[in-house]
């Protein structure tokens, strides 16, 4: 099975050719980094347009380094949501065009199925990780943590309440003046950084559940700041905040995934990995983090190399060979999805949740 995937949902055009075996043929990702950096953020029409423009030839390169023709391809995937939806309907209508003309099945693919599913992509020879396992979906626009049953089968165990942790990275980058995209950024900085000098909150730490809270982290990073003397913020002051901003929100999500590991354990007493997936799950500190909850309870963190944690669409390629393996193609009607979560039977929550 040789599969082509296409990413559009946000601000990385990106396509990809994988196989059965978890091969990745090739893996192409165009940044609009620098389209998106004057304006602090992602700005979703510039998004959509850049992504226009480029589609076609990003799937050519992808198909040209992966040595295939046409012919030797077995399906299509793209991801179909959820997303910014002038950018997933590029990736979509591109998707359709190709399975339409070339008579090949097609895969519509939930944006997060394809981070939730990236472990089993990129998991060692010979540790094919079985379901179920428990899994930490963080990113700019969701933080998740997942029972992970079975391809397409999820059932959430806790979601944010406000800020997703992605988001508060990039406003704490922000508010430090270190530009898009911020997570990076406040990696880099916080490495330098004494995380002791300034006290900063555990939104929700002890409390029952698995859901999360970082507006009050954001709150404080704002106040932090504006309590220090006035004029340019120094560097030794922002590299001190930016760690203590990290060290907090490590913590915190150390302690609600500690909370779910329990629920997960009490109907999978014999599951032990714990997979860290989405744009977040790079930072080095977080992952460090995970590792000693996962051994503290008898589990493996499993993570994807950090450069398919963020946005790719090799991890779309996969799971579209995951679902149609299973005959789970999709019609050529299927439509976008601006919002499309995991879980559909899962309380809704405002804001950051209600888009997982």
Not at 176 to 203: H, I, N, Q, T
Not at 312 to 325: F, K, P, T, V
Request: proline share 6%; with cysteine.
């Amino acid at each position: 099975m040789i599969v082509l995937g296409i990413e559009t949902s946000c601000d990385e055009t990106a396509a990809a050719v994988v196989n059965g075996e978890g091969e990745i043929l090739s893996n192409v990702v165009l940044s609009q980094i620098e389209a998106h950096a004057p304006y602090g953020g992602i700005v979703p029409e510039i998004a959509a347009r850049a992504h226009l423009d480029h589609v076609d030839a990003i799937v050519a390169r992808a198909m040209a380094e992966a040595g295939v023709d046409w012919g030797d391809l077995t399906g299509v995937a793209a991801t179909a949501g959820p997303g910014l939806i002038g950018g997933v309907l590029v990736g979509i209508m591109t998707g359709k065009a190709i399975a339409f003309t070339r008579g090949l099945p097609f895969a519509a693919v939930n944006h997060l199925e394809g981070h939730a599913l990236t472990a089993r992509l990129t998991a060692p020879a010979g540790d094919d990780l079985a379901f179920p396992y428990l899994l930490l979906l963080v990113s700019g626009g969701h933080c998740q943590l997942l029972s992970v049953e079975g391809v397409g089968r999820y059932r959430r165990l806790g979601t944010t309440i406000d800020d997703a942790l992605g988001e508060a990275f990039d406003k704490t980058a922000k508010m430090l003046g270190l530009g898009y995209p911020g997570g990076p950024a406040v990696e880099r900085l916080a490495a330098m950084g004494d995380a002791d000098r300034f006290s900063m909150p555990r939104p929700m730490k002890g409390r029952p559940g698995c859901d999360f809270s970082f507006s009050g982290l954001k709150t404080k990073v704002r106040q932090t700041i504006e309590a220090l003397p006035h004029g340019p913020l120094q560097e030794r002051d922002a590299a001190d905040i930016a760690a203590a901003f990290q060290t907090a929100a490590a913590d915190t999500v150390a302690d609600r995934t500690a909370h779910a590991i329990a629920t997960f354990k009490a109907d999978h007493a014999d599951a032990d990995v714990l997979v860290v997936a989405g744009g977040v799950a790079a930072n080095t500190a977080l992952r460090e983090r995970l590792s000693r909850v996962a051994s503290d309870h008898g589990m493996r963190l499993v993570a994807p190399p950090p450069a398919l944690c963020t946005d790719n669409a090799a991890m779309i390629a996969w799971a579209g060979i995951e679902r149609l393996r299973l005959g789970l193609e999709d019609g050529l009607d299927f439509k976008a999805r601006p919002r499309w979560p995991l879980d559909p039977e899962a309380p809704k929550r405002a804001f950051a949740g209600a888009k997982a």
